[in-house]
């Protein structure tokens, strides 16, 4: 399973391809962070997300795409261009007939490092880790962008398989 794994925000969207599946090592396929300059209007940055999502999508092909779930923070305008970002590159996904996960924070730290409150820095050293990688992905949004990726393989693709063994045991039972 390829997955193409989207840590959104305006500023900084972080955007990492892992390659792998459960029970077997993953790999890195591409890391890199999309940026946009606040100095422009949102229109105009959201095009550049999109743009750059698109690009990634017919580049690395993935299986599926994995995009954080926005949650409330205490600064409202961040949690606007984050949301924003975040549905720009569910758009993209959903275009092409993609599955989109939503994943939480806690819920990928906890896949990654065991530990849902886990700190940007454990999550960098563990997909580091897992990945076996030389170096932590910089910045952190590349990193998380990665670790989406490894949690979806280890908890969204194991789902969609027990969703498919159940929707195959129904249609048996009849």
């Known amino acids: 399973m390829r997955v193409l794994g989207i840590d959104p925000g305006l500023t900084r969207c972080g955007m990492g391809v892992v390659e792998g599946s459960v029970g077997r090592p ?12 606040a100095d422009r209007p949102v229109a105009e940055r959201l095009v550049t997300i999109e743009k750059g999502v698109d690009a990634w999508i017919e580049e690395h092909r993935p299986d599926a795409v994995a995009v954080e779930r926005v949650f409330a923070r205490s600064d409202v305008s961040t949690v606007m261009g984050t949301a924003q970002a975040s549905g720009i590159a569910m758009v993209c996904a959903a275009r092409r007939g993609l599955p989109i996960a939503l994943h939480t924070p806690s819920e990928v730290k906890a896949a990654v490092s065991g530990n849902g409150r886990a700190d940007k820095a454990q999550v960098g050293a563990m997909v580091t ?23 979806h393989i280890w908890r ?5 398989r027990i969703d498919a063994a159940l929707a195959a045991a129904g249609r048996n039972r009849r």
């Open 129 to 151: 880790r897992i990945l076996r990688l030389d170096a932590m992905p910089k910045p952190a949004d590349a990193a998380d962008a990665l670790a989406l990726a490894i949690t």
């Open 156 to 160: 969204g693709g194991a789902q969609a």
């Open 26 to 37: 993953l790999s890195l396929v591409d890391v890199n962070v999309l940026r946009t300059s």
